[in-house]
């Protein structure tokens, strides 16, 4: 019986950790999607090999990543760092740093 449980808690630990693996995507801002003056709903960055991605922002991220604020850092091409996990076919934001920033 002991065996058993054992076995299935495994299975759940890996299937969590496989489900929810973060993932990282390093480039300059191209593009930002917003429906208000407060919050960023999507960002695209390329990448130095030309790769556009398209991220889905869920939660509030800090007060300085107002969508003017970040037009500011697409015109400056500031590199960017978004850590994400994929969700239900999309890259859904855990965090975003800007160099320098």
């Given at each position: 019986m002991n065996k058993i449980l054992?076995?299935?808690l495994l299975l759940i630990f890996l299937f969590?950790?496989?489900c929810s693996k973060t993932?990282?995507?390093e480039g300059k801002?191209?593009?930002i999607e917003s429906n208000n003056f407060y919050?960023?709903?999507y960002i695209e960055l390329i990448n130095e090999k030309q790769i556009i991605?398209?991220?889905k922002i869920i939660k509030q991220l800090d007060a300085h990543l107002a969508p003017s604020h970040m037009?500011?850092?697409m015109l400056n091409a500031d590199n960017v760092i978004v850590e994400y996990?994929?969700?239900n076919g999309e890259k859904i934001v855990d965090t975003l740093e800007i160099s320098g920033h």
């Open positions: 054992i076995y299935i969590l950790n496989v993932l990282a995507f801002i191209y593009s919050n960023i709903d991605q398209k991220f037009k500011e850092h996990k994929n969700i």
